[in-house]
């Protein structure tokens, strides 16, 4: 069975930071483009970072660049996404998923797998 299981949400004053884990299993972690997203509310699902298989090559954002690194570590299967200088702005469910192409990794039709999202509530 496929899991991406995200973790590392939670409460943050505006400044702060935190670090989103997100653990795979049950697919071959090392063939896929780990990617992450933002959902907020009433807003489309926004891609903030991704990252391809051998973690050569990665994608920032606007919003990610200068603030969000996102790193793997293929023998643990996890991928991560450290946020500093967090916004309100940065409000959101955060959703990691795989896909077998890095180009146009921040597109989510290129998706084959989904977490199921971890949440970030950025206070000012």
């Known amino acids: 069975e496929v899991q991406l299981v995200e973790s590392g949400g939670g409460l943050v004053q505006s400044g702060g930071s935190l670090r989103l884990s997100c653990a795979a299993a049950g697919f071959t972690f090392d063939d896929y483009t780990i990617g992450w997203f933002r959902q907020a509310p009433g807003q489309e699902r926004l891609g903030i970072s991704c990252i391809s298989n051998s973690g050569g090559n990665m994608y920032s954002s606007e919003t990610a660049k200068d603030r969000f690194i996102i790193s793997r570590d293929n023998a643990q299967n996890t991928a991560y996404l450290q946020m500093n200088s967090l916004t309100d702005e940065d409000t959101g469910v955060y959703v990691c998923?795989?896909?077998?192409?890095?180009?146009?990794?921040?597109?989510?039709?290129?998706?084959?797998?989904w977490g199921q999202g971890t949440k970030v509530t950025v206070s000012s």
């Open positions: 998923a795989a896909a077998r192409q890095f180009p146009g990794c921040h597109l989510a039709p290129f998706y084959d797998y």
